[in-house]
């Protein structure tokens, strides 16, 4: 009976050893994962000064951080639209595109090009028929005023002149 006793406390003992071992094991792998950790989050600090900087930047919220419902509201871009014909543009007096549309309007037909840069020549001044055609196309191109009835050739929308 004794020798089973024994047998038992050297089964015990060694069971015992084997958990030292195990836990040794256990805790040597537990630090891994916590320094593995400390540098995960050393390297999240850095991430979030930065979003914290940024949102000083732009005075609040980064607006991609927040939900929808808590988003800034941003100016949106507003899309132009071709104006009606019964509008009437607004240019500065004197500006290139009221002398222009002036012209269009006194002659009541597209007009070329060429012949607003005549007209507009015979003040003195030098004008260049690229920085005119330029400020014209650009003009029609956003659908203002003007719009392009042929080559180098403008009328007005608001007289219902149409590209040909």
Same mark, same amino acid.
């Given at each position: 009976?004794?020798?089973?006793?024994?047998?038992?406390?050297?089964l015990?003992?060694? &069971?015992?050893?084997?958990?030292?071992?195990?836990?040794? !094991?256990?805790? @040597?792998?537990?630090?891994?994962? +916590?320094?593995?950790?400390?540098?995960?989050?050393? !390297?999240?600090?850095?991430?979030?000064?930065?979003?914290?900087?940024a949102? +000083?930047?732009?005075?609040?919220?980064?607006?991609?951080?927040?939900?929808?419902?808590?988003?800034?509201?941003? *100016?949106?871009?507003?899309? *132009?639209? +071709?104006? *009606? &014909?019964?509008?009437?543009?607004?240019?500065?007096?004197?500006?290139?595109?009221?002398?222009?549309?002036?012209? @269009?309007?006194?002659? !009541?037909?597209?007009?070329? =090009?060429?012949?607003?840069?005549?007209?507009?020549? *015979?003040?003195?001044?030098?004008?260049?028929?690229?920085?005119?055609?330029?400020?014209?196309? &650009?003009?029609a +191109?956003?659908?203002?005023?003007?719009?392009?009835?042929?080559?180098?050739?403008?009328? =007005?929308?608001?007289?219902?002149?149409?590209? !040909?």
């Open positions: 009976m004794t020798g089973n006793i024994v047998a038992v406390q050297d015990i003992e060694a &069971a015992e050893a084997r958990i030292l071992e195990i836990r040794a !094991k256990a805790e @040597v792998e537990i630090g891994k994962i +916590r320094s593995n950790l400390a540098e995960q989050s050393a !390297k999240l600090e850095g991430y979030i000064q930065g979003i914290k900087d949102t +000083r930047a732009n005075g609040g919220a980064h607006p991609q951080l927040l939900p929808p419902s808590e988003a800034p509201k941003t *100016r949106k871009t507003v899309r *132009r639209t +071709r104006r *009606r &014909a019964n509008s009437t543009p607004k240019f500065r007096q004197g500006s290139l595109p009221d002398r222009v549309r002036a012209m @269009v309007l006194k002659s !009541k037909k597209p007009i070329h =090009l060429s012949e607003v840069v005549k007209q507009l020549g *015979r003040g003195g001044k030098r004008v260049a028929l690229q920085s005119v055609e330029n400020r014209i196309s &650009a003009l +191109r956003k659908s203002h005023t003007f719009i392009r009835t042929g080559a180098r050739t403008y009328g =007005l929308i608001e007289m219902g002149h149409a590209p !040909k």
